[in-house]
């Protein structure tokens, strides 16, 4: 805090006045994916100084943590920050954190990233106070500072891209239900022929059905000649290619699908597209929309995500700068009272 003058205008003495220095404490959010792992540096009023992306190193949790510790140092020395003047770090990836054993399940996409002590490893090679999230409720609070969440109190960001998961703001807040794993949206037993198949229990029959690796099968049944990718498939719809065409119908089906599934849950006001698939908004969003209308009776707007690849930087950063302004007020505070 540093002063910005006195007050003025009333009666009796005038009384200091504080506002936020926005560089009394700096913050670092950081997007760990299974292609990616992308960080931005911003000062205490939100302003992205420094940002950075990189291949992902997931050989193992060890190489892949040291490539966290890496980018963030990096980045601090690039904005012209000693790592001391970082005041919080928050970090996004894919599964649900275990707090009481630092330990991150459902997170198969990263190998060894389940094993016990990961937040802890996290902590020691940053050197700072952090914040571990699932990447999805971070996208969901990214979109709550920076995109259509904005004065939303209850919205839906639904993530399709590798997998499927959805991260939930209700009454304006995030919601994680009793065990963190409110949103995993993926295990939702549809989409598939045999949702007892005990496979669907590692990873869940909607991920299966509806993510990228499901686009594909689809592709491979429907036809399509190789190489075949999620992004190739969108690509050849885009020119036009008829069985293209069919396996996006087919994913747009199953997208709406898992919102009608969502919807009469905790009814929100919007659903936020998000993810490398589900962002693909002029094939998939008026199939969506359309189909969504002829299995449901509810109605919420359903939109396709404005911030891209940056939503889960956006929310890290907005975390770790809740977490550190709050620091930093209570400390104030502290000094006030003495």
């Keep these: 805090m540093r002063e910005a003058g006195r007050s003025s205008g009333g009666k009796g003495p005038t009384a200091v006045l504080y506002e936020l220095d926005p560089t009394a404490g700096w913050v670092v959010g950081i997007d760990v994916g299974r292609d990616f792992v992308r960080a931005a540096i911003a000062n205490l009023e939100g302003e992205i100084v420094a940002r950075r992306d990189e291949r992902a190193r997931v050989r193992s949790a060890r190489t892949l943590i040291e490539q966290i510790g890496g980018i963030a140092h990096g980045l601090a020395a690039e904005a012209g920050l000693k790592w001391r003047q970082i005041t919080f770090a928050a970090i996004g990836s894919p599964g649900v954190l275990e707090p009481s054993r630092g330990q991150v399940a459902l997170a198969y996409a990263l190998p060894g990233w389940g094993q016990p002590g990961l937040v802890e490893a996290i902590q020691r090679e940053l050197g700072t106070q952090i914040a571990f999230e699932n990447d999805v409720n971070l996208a969901a609070l990214g979109e ?135 962002r693909n908004a002029e094939l998939l969003l008026e199939p969506i929309r359309r189909e969504l209308r002829a299995i449901s009776p509810f109605a919420p707007r359903v939109e396709i995500s404005p911030l891209g690849e940056e939503a889960v930087v956006d929310g890290a950063v907005w975390m770790a700068l809740q977490a550190a302004q709050e620091r930093l007020f209570s400390r104030r505070r502290t000094k006030v009272a003495v």
């Design 144 to 278: 709550q500072w920076a995109g259509l969440g904005k004065d939303v109190a209850n919205f839906v960001f639904l993530h399709v891209g590798t997998g499927v998961g959805a991260g939930l703001v209700l009454g304006g807040e995030l919601y994680r239900g009793s065990t963190g794993a409110a949103g995993e949206v993926g295990y939702l037993p549809i989409g598939v022929s045999e949702p007892r198949d005990p496979q669907y229990r590692r990873r869940g029959a909607l991920d299966t059905a509806a993510g990228a690796t499901g686009v594909v099968a689809t592709a491979r049944e429907l036809g399509m000649s190789p190489p075949l990718s999620a992004k190739n498939v969108f690509a050849a719809a885009r020119r036009g290619d008829a069985l293209a065409k069919r396996v996006v119908a087919i994913e747009a089906d199953r997208i709406a699908l898992a919102i009608a599934s969502i919807v009469p849950v905790v009814d929100p006001e919007l659903v936020i597209l998000g993810g490398g698939i589900g």
